[in-house]
């Protein structure tokens, strides 16, 4: 009899169903599938980092009073960089970044936003930064609209749509140039046992 792995568990909090069904789509990929569980949390205020950290806090409080991070093996915060209380503020990150070390969680840091990581996936768009959500997501549209994609790009895009236009070989590549995005597949790798 073949011993079943036990999978170990991610628990992700994101604020919008874009970032989750990334999520779903990294989970799903071969190098991951059978050795961990990527499961999101809806976190609303990803519009304030504080609002989000704050929700976030009470969220992570209610699972561990219910026994329900036990068996988490790590935790992630997916946030956006461009929301303006960080440009308000130099050391905002920083307090936003410790406010969730205290926790236990792990920042990775969507610059400017998931379109903007999104971006970077796509062949030939690795080095690119738009500074405002809105230049990346205008960005996204347009290239998914010519070919080769010739995709209509919906905010709510679902794993499976992801799939027809990103590979992990493109993710892989742009996460060469994104710091952020490299340090999530490291947190998966580690927990897929270090590949």
């Known amino acids: 009899m073949i011993p079943t792995i036990k999978k ?79 440009s308000d503020d130099p050391t905002a990150k920083k307090k936003i970044e410790a406010g969730f070390e205290a926790m236990g969680v792990t920042c990775i840091w969507k610059d400017p936003c998931f379109e903007g990581m999104l971006l970077r996936c796509l062949p030939g768009n690795e080095t690119r930064r738009p500074v405002l959500s809105k230049n990346a997501l205008d960005e996204v549209k347009r290239i998914l609209d010519n070919p080769p994609f010739e995709t209509k790009y919906e905010k709510s895009i679902s794993a499976s749509g992801l799939k027809k236009i990103i590979s992990w070989d493109d993710v892989h590549r742009a996460s060469q140039h994104d710091a952020d995005l490299r340090k999530l597949l490291s947190i998966l790798d580690q927990a897929a046992g270090g590949r």
């Open 8 to 86: 170990r568990v991610i628990l992700v909090f994101c604020d919008g169903e874009t970032e989750k069904s990334f999520l779903k789509f990294l989970g799903k990929l071969p190098r991951y599938s059978d050795l961990i569980s990527i499961t999101t949390e809806f976190v609303s205020g990803g519009s304030n980092h504080q609002y989000f950290l704050k929700n976030c806090q009470k969220l992570y409080k209610q699972k561990k009073e219910q026994g329900k991070t036990k068996h988490v093996y790590c935790f992630i915060a997916f946030i956006d960089s461009d929301i303006s209380d960080l």
